[in-house]
């Protein structure tokens, strides 16, 4: 199991064809450093694909999904990164509307 203290997820899209170090420099680029036991998650421009990238400590771990039907959402209010609870980051990528959603899992907004 890898260990993960925080979910970061950056805004602006990313092209889902790069790699672990092109993905390492986009959060360097956008978070300013790669936390040890940190998630940085990006999309696409279509919003229906994911890459998720943990610094577990020792060295990076990659990984991505992909959305048959439907996309991933947030509101782009001009920042570049957006912070998650747990609750918010298990939400996004099984696509609910985790925004709505607070700590405990009560959802705030209707």
Not at 26 to 38: D, E, I, K, N, S
Not at 51 to 57: E, P
Not at 65 to 72: P, Q, S, T
Not at 90 to 106: C, N, Q, Y
């Amino acid at each position: 199991m890898i260990r993960v203290d925080a979910w970061w997820l950056a805004v602006q899209p990313l092209d889902m064809r790069v790699g672990t170090e092109a993905a390492l420099a986009r959060v360097v680029q956008v978070f300013g450093q790669a936390h040890p036991h940190h998630a940085y998650l990006f999309a696409n421009r279509r919003a229906n694909r994911m890459k998720v990238l943990v610094h577990d400590g020792i060295g990076v771990w990659l990984a991505a999904r992909r959305l048959n039907i439907g996309k991933f959402t947030w509101v782009n209010d001009g920042t570049s990164a957006l912070p998650l609870s747990r609750t918010q980051f298990d939400a996004l990528v099984l696509g609910l509307p985790w925004l709505r959603l607070g700590d405990a899992g009560i959802i705030r907004v209707i």
